[in-house]
């Protein structure tokens, strides 16, 4: 059964295709898990539309992290927008949950709750000295330093998703983009 002939699921103001994909990859900063999104983005087709954390928080609202934001708000109602055209969607981010998490916690579950189904959940949990090596080989590594990064790093900071899957610093790009896209049946 392809996309266009799914069943469609009514939650909320969003008409929902029970087909598409949500695959949400989390993680420290530094981590891999940019590189892997689009990676993911580019090698299927049609293109999942990617939604990154920090474009919208630096590059769309330029905001800092605290009590106040509002990225999240904006998060929630891009992924509306991409399930209602009917759109796999990559959500890739630090989103802490030992921080901040109540946050972040209300706006999966509340992605998940209009998604149901079809929805993969990866955490990187890569030791803060990969993340920084990674790190260092980016664009953004003018945009931050270590010290920021020390600042932000939570080891082991899971969900309570039953469904996250473990990607540690032994899985490549290669095999993390194939592990993810099998497990996914993007491949």
């Not at 630096?58 to 904006?74: A, F, T």
């Not at 972040?104 to 998940?112: C, L, Q, V, W």
């Not at 600042?151 to 082991?156: C, S, V």
């Amino acid at each position: 059964m392809d996309k266009t002939s799914s069943e469609v699921l009514f939650c909320s103001d969003v008409k929902i295709h029970s087909m598409t994909k949500i695959i949400l990859l989390r993680g420290n900063a530094g981590s891999g898990k940019s590189t892997v999104a689009r990676e993911i983005q580019n090698r299927v087709i049609p293109h999942p539309m990617l939604i990154e954390q920090d474009h919208f928080r630096r590059k769309i609202i330029k905001e800092h992290e605290g009590p106040d934001i509002i990225s999240d708000k904006l998060i929630l109602e891009t992924v509306k927008f991409g399930l209602s055209q009917n759109l796999d969607i990559i959500i890739e981010g630090i989103f802490p949950f030992g921080r901040s998490g109540d946050k972040y916690k209300k706006m999966f579950d509340k992605i998940f709750e209009l998604h149901p189904n079809e929805n993969f959940v990866y955490y990187f949990d890569i030791p803060f000295a990969e993340n920084v090596k990674r790190h260092q080989t980016r664009d953004s590594a003018k945009e931050f330093g270590v010290e920021k990064m020390k600042k932000w790093f939570l080891e082991n900071d899971r969900t309570n998703y039953t469904n996250e899957q473990i990607i540690n610093s032994s899985s490549s790009l290669e095999q993390t983009v194939t592990r993810i896209l099998s497990e996914t049946g993007l491949l």
